[in-house]
């Protein structure tokens, strides 16, 4: 048993259209289960409802992990990246697009494409492709990803560099 932090959020709205969030930080034996993590969050949830009238969209809990944090490469900016499209398992299929911060310029082919299918851009994909906790990755309405479609570089950075 190792005790590790964790936060325990949920989204707060009221009904003149305003929204907020329920913060707590917590400690937590790393050996518990997801179910005692969602029993977490429900905890949090009532004791929020006992002293507050606003509604509650919904309630995340978030295991912090700091042994994956690194320093960035010199003169990289998080504005410049990548957006990798995935199709997802809806009855009409959609493409889900899953945005890369700071994209490996090293990763981006002489004519400003993204090749899927080159070797380290594909091992992306299948990761996002792989099992996660028993389950699998997801777009924003928790329909499993299928297959990745292609990637694109954004340019919101790169179009203010060239007005600048």
Do not use: C
């Amino acid at each position: 048993m190792a005790i590790k932090p964790a936060r325990i959020s949920l989204q707060l709205y009221d009904s003149k259209g305003g929204g907020g969030t329920a913060l707590t930080h917590v400690a937590v034996d790393d050996s518990q289960l997801l179910s005692a993590a969602n029993s977490a969050v429900v905890d949090f949830a009532t004791a929020v409802n006992t002293v507050s009238d606003a509604g509650i969209k919904d309630g995340f809990f978030t295991l912090i992990n700091d042994a994956v944090a690194r320093a960035p490469v010199s003169d990289v900016e998080i504005g410049v990246g990548a957006v990798y499209d995935f199709s997802n398992a809806a009855i009409l299929p959609r493409t889900y697009g899953f945005l890369i911060s700071a994209y490996k310029a090293a990763l981006i082919e002489s004519n400003g494409t993204i090749d899927i299918t080159a070797t380290v851009q594909a091992a992306f994909v299948a990761s996002m492709l792989a099992d996660v906790l028993g389950g699998t990755h997801t777009d924003s309405d928790y329909l499993d990803l299928v297959e990745g479609l292609d990637a694109f570089r954004t340019n919101r950075k790169l179009r203010r560099r060239l007005r600048s």
